[in-house]
């Protein structure tokens, strides 16, 4: 079983700059892809970003890419979400997320999630 606890969510103002954190305790980190994600009031949950477990592959989210930045440190346990540029609309609770598979896109294909970090953008 993995655990994830994200921090580092909280107000800022448009243009500002956040970092999450996810750090998992359990399954050994490094063989899991991780991954974030977002959900909105009244919207879906959606895919913002994923890694592979060697850092290898990266991909995000066409409405974050070139401000948000994916990594991990496999000796911490601990994958970061660097935001830059933020705009209201990135306004969400902030997941990550774990799986064994090839660094998914898709919610339905990670085995184990956070609790969530409230990211508020005010304009």
């Known amino acids: 079983q993995v655990q994830l606890l994200e921090s580092g969510g909280g107000l800022v103002q448009t243009g500002g700059s956040l970092r999450l954190s996810c750090a998992a305790s359990?399954?050994?980190?490094?063989?899991?892809?991780m991954g974030w994600f977002r959900q909105a009031p009244g919207n879906e949950r959606e895919f913002v970003a994923t890694?592979?477990?060697?850092?290898?592959?990266?991909y995000y989210a066409d409405s974050v890419k070139g401000r948000f930045t994916i990594s991990r440190d496999n000796a911490k346990n601990t994958v970061y979400l660097q935001m830059n540029y933020l705009k209201p609309e990135d306004t969400a609770v902030y997941y990550c997320?774990?799986?064994?598979?090839?660094?998914?896109?898709?919610?339905?294909?990670?085995?184990?999630w956070g609790q969530g970090t409230q990211v508020t953008i005010s304009s």
């Open positions: 359990g399954h050994p980190f490094s063989t899991y892809s």
């Open positions: 890694i592979s477990p060697n850092s290898t592959y990266k």
């Open positions: 997320a774990g799986s064994l598979r090839p660094p998914p896109r898709y919610a339905g294909e990670y085995d184990h």
